[in-house]
């Protein structure tokens, strides 16, 4: 699957407010669903398709009969799909909260399936004709991608709103591969405030300044908006246009990030047959409320979220490991070695290793996958093995000797077979147990 997305241009101001209109109706159909479901015992998700078309019917909600039905349908999945959430948390029996759907107030998208739109013959335009009536809008894309799908491999269509305009997202149903050639790399990399990232052969990835720059910005207009807030009072228009302004910041931060988190995956996956991260502890991080961190928080995790994507694309395993010690414990001889979030080098008293801080830890990311991720394979022969692989990596020879991976023998079944599935499945396995 993959996802083109276009800015829809030069409409009317009142076409605009129809998709609006058309998003508000999606929102209603939603929140009415998540309203039976806890008003009826047993419902369904077949309840509240039913649902969907008996809403339509009803004269005290003339708008629902507008929408149109499918993209009724698939507000209708949308709740299903937070009540599903809900109770495949509890039933993993996730600590503290379950995440109980709640209702949506600001929603800002619209979902279509296969009608209520027509694209034109040249993919420059696109038709909505469902009740709404929204009409003609142009289609702006960077480059002009949905030429190349036909009709039928578009799956679904999404008008979202943003604070600069309307987009629409196309699901095209294409399955995309890319060829890797075999690097005989692993890596291994901790994800930090200071560097983006370090990687098991030591090499960081900075932030770019770009970002900081945008990212201080931000911070600033938030703090101006937070001054011009009147608790329990109608706010000000100077309130609303920095209130905008913050908006459109975090949309630019937002934009810089996914670029780079692209491209710093892509090159990451690119060089490397193995590539292992810390599984982040989304329930502690959330926690936290301050602006930098929650910017980070939120970057790492889109990061991981393309690093698996295209790890998929290329075939290449990447897998993440629970991110227990791997700052303390010496990645040589394994000592655990105290350390507060200010030391910045590991100086182990027992090997007498001095290295960076993350260094470390990315080396002791790396290993511990190796060692899990062979759990399931015959033991002692599988760990040995690794070890030795490992070891070559971390004397830096790997980059002088050949790498055929035919020559390897077992150790090519970790990552070049294709059970590459199979061995995400297994080693994510060991993080939820814990
Ligand atoms: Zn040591």
Request: with cysteine; net charge positive; charged share 30%.
């Amino acid at each position: 699957m993959l996802v083109v997305e276009a800015k829809l241009k030069n409409g009317t101001l009142e076409q605009y407010q129809r998709l609006d209109k058309a998003i508000r109706t999606s929102q209603f159909v939603r929140n009415t669903c998540v309203r039976y479901w806890m008003d009826n015992k047993g419902t369904t998700r077949n309840d509240l398709q039913k649902l969907c078309s008996t809403l339509a019917k009803n004269q005290d909600t003339p708008w629902v009969t507008k929408l149109n039905s499918q993209a009724r349908q698939s507000s209708a999945d949308r709740a299903w799909q937070s009540i599903n959430r809900f109770y495949q948390n509890c039933r993993a029996k996730i600590p503290g909260k379950k995440g109980f759907p709640r209702f949506k107030k600001h929603s800002r998208s619209v979902e279509y399936k296969l009608t209520g739109y027509k694209l034109s013959d040249d993919r420059r335009k696109i038709r909505f004709t469902d009740g709404f009536k929204a009409g003609e809008f142009d289609l702006w894309c960077s480059q002009r991608t949905l030429v190349y799908y036909s009709e039928q491999q578009i799956r679904r269509v999404r008008v979202v709103r943003r604070c600069d305009g309307y987009y629409c997202q196309f699901l095209i149903d294409v399955e995309r591969l890319e060829h890797h050639e075999p690097t005989g790399q692993v890596t291994g990399i901790d994800l930090g405030l200071k560097e983006f990232y370090t990687d098991a052969q030591g090499n960081t990835v900075d932030n770019p300044r770009y970002l900081r720059k945008s990212e201080k910005r931000l911070k600033k207009a938030q703090r101006r908006l937070s001054k011009r807030f009147r608790k329990g009072q109608k706010q000000s228009n100077n309130y609303h246009k920095q209130r905008l302004k913050v908006a459109k910041l975090h949309l630019k931060v937002s934009r810089q990030r996914k670029d780079r988190a692209i491209k710093d995956a892509l090159a990451l996956v690119q060089s490397n047959d193995l590539v292992v991260y810390e599984a982040l502890k989304i329930r502690n991080l959330v926690k936290n409320r301050k602006l930098a961190q929650s910017i980070s928080d939120a970057s790492w995790y889109q990061f991981t979220e393309w690093l698996n994507y295209f790890a998929k694309i290329y075939r290449i395993v990447c897998v993440a490991v629970p991110p227990h010690f791997t700052t303390q414990d010496c990645s040589v001889c394994g000592t655990r070695v105290e350390k507060s979030l200010s030391t910045r080098t590991h100086q182990c008293p027992n090997c007498k290793t001095v290295l960076d801080r993350d260094h470390n830890a990315a080396i002791n990311i790396l290993k511990k996958a190796i060692q899990r991720g062979l759990g399931g394979f015959p033991h002692e022969r599988l760990n040995q093995e690794g070890l030795k692989y490992l070891g070559e990596h971390l004397n830096g020879t790997v980059g002088h000797i050949e790498t055929d991976p035919n020559a390897c023998q077992e150790s090519d079944l970790w990552f070049l077979n294709g059970n590459i599935e199979n061995l995400s499945r297994l080693v994510e396995a060991g993080i939820s147990r814990q």
